[in-house]
């Protein structure tokens, strides 16, 4: 079942029964999960809540005869990899805590910054794209014009092979003993 399931148990032809029926709230549509440990009997005027990927029951009655029974049934409706143990699971959901995100809670955004979007978040320190730098990867090391292909980058700073010079290796030099 997708996202935002709700279950129930239904009272259809005015004849009670004690089948488990979910609601996929992306499409709409009902379905019967599979469930383990012991169903209620067959009754009206129960009580019903879910929590944490079970069904809980209680009550009811069978024509005049009334239970205060409790039932616990197993719906499998449990959370990805456990919340990823950044969230709370509520009925097959994580619900993420603060700075955390994703469908499982996996996406860390604790790094300064979110790491200026030019890396990822790893217990709370950047590890930055390459070219970038810095706690929150906002220096740009890369060289300007990438040293116009005549020169290594270094720390952000090009590295000129000779005859080539400039802060981009942008010029080259044609007289003899480097013009002097």
């Known amino acids: 079942p997708g996202p935002g399931v709700l279950m129930r148990l239904p009272r259809q032809n005015n004849l009670c029964n004690s089948d488990v029926y979910s609601l996929n709230l992306e499409t709409l549509e009902w379905s019967i999960p599979r469930t383990t440990g012991a ?6 005027n129960y009580a019903v809540g879910s929590f944490d990927g079970n069904l809980y029951i209680f009550g009811g009655c069978q024509q005049r005869h009334c239970v205060a029974d409790l039932y616990m049934l197993d719906t499998e409706l449990h959370c990805i990899a456990n919340c990823n143990n950044h969230g709370m699971c509520h009925e097959g959901l ?3 805590h603060k700075n955390f995100g994703g ?12 790491c200026s979007s030019h ?3 790893h217990n709370a320190i950047c590890s930055c794209e ?6 929150d990867c906002s220096h740009d090391l890369r060289c300007p014009f990438n040293c116009s292909f005549h020169g290594s980058c270094s720390n952000g700073k090009c590295d000129c092979q000779s005859p080539y010079r400039g802060d981009a290796c942008q010029w080259g030099t044609t007289c003899p003993s480097d013009c002097n």
Do not use: I
């Open 39 to 44: 169903h209620p009997s067959p009754r009206e």
């Open 94 to 96: 994580c619900m993420c």
């Open 103 to 114: 469908l499982a809670c996996e996406k860390d955004y604790r790094c300064p910054h979110n």
């Open 119 to 121: 890396g990822s978040c």
């Open 130 to 135: 390459k070219g970038f730098g810095g706690d």
